[in-house]
């Protein structure tokens, strides 16, 4: 009987998330920021407490958009460079493929591996998917680093309501004599909790 080989269950790298996590902790650490900012010294001028409410949520919306927008265009520019990359790479393949070989041949053997092997691993991985492998190991794009302009925009914007709806909350639910010092310390632990999520979500320690 032939025996078989037991499938591991799939590995989740940390590299993974890099297409959201960034932009995730920054969209939430800018909407509690922004949004308890200006909550605060909305209150810290003595109004009222639905016009501290309606500041708070004009901070919301505002703030959600301009994140979304702002990381679309930024993360747009990058996959528009990736694709320009991508596309002079294959013009490169198609003229010039032996050029491209020992291209790829030379990163390998700067990896370690010797003349006949880096070209033989350069040979064999170009037939089977070339842009792929120079796209891979020449630019350094793969599927898990790629730029994502949508998913980067819609993260961006979540994560900043996701944050500034704490203080929104806090305002609402305290007050109007105490909703400065509970907006503040809501946002600080709001900021604590966030840093520890990011922090597990990306391998790193929580503490630090």
Do not use: C
């Not at 708070?56 to 959600?64: D, F, Q, T």
């Not at 520019?77 to 294959?90: I, N, P, T, V």
């Not at 053997?109 to 842009?131: F, N, T």
């Amino acid at each position: 009987m032939e025996s078989k080989i037991p499938l591991r269950p799939k590995e989740i790298h940390a590299t993974s998330r890099l297409g959201w996590l960034r932009a995730a902790v920054l969209g939430a650490n800018d909407g509690i920021l922004s949004t308890s900012s200006l909550i605060i010294g909305v209150a810290s001028a003595h109004a009222t407490q639905g016009s501290i409410l309606l500041a708070g949520i004009s901070s919301l919306a505002a703030g959600a958009m301009s994140m979304a927008a702002g990381e679309y265009v930024s993360v747009s520019s990058q996959a528009d460079s990736e694709k320009a990359d991508l596309a002079r790479e294959k013009k490169e393949l198609g003229s010039s493929w032996d050029a491209e070989v020992s291209e790829l041949a030379g990163i390998y053997r700067q990896r370690g591996l010797d003349d006949i092997l880096s070209r033989k691993v350069a040979l064999q991985l170009m037939k089977h998917d070339a842009l792929g492998a120079h796209a891979r190991d020449e630019l350094g794009i793969s599927d898990a680093t790629a730029a994502r302009p949508v998913q980067a925009a819609f993260a961006s914007a979540s994560a900043f309501s996701s944050g500034a709806i704490l203080p929104v909350l806090a305002a609402l639910l305290s007050p109007a004599s105490v909703v400065s010092w509970s907006v503040s310390a809501v946002s600080l632990i709001g900021l604590a909790v966030l840093g520890v999520v990011g922090a597990r979500a990306g391998g790193a320690s929580p503490w630090r």
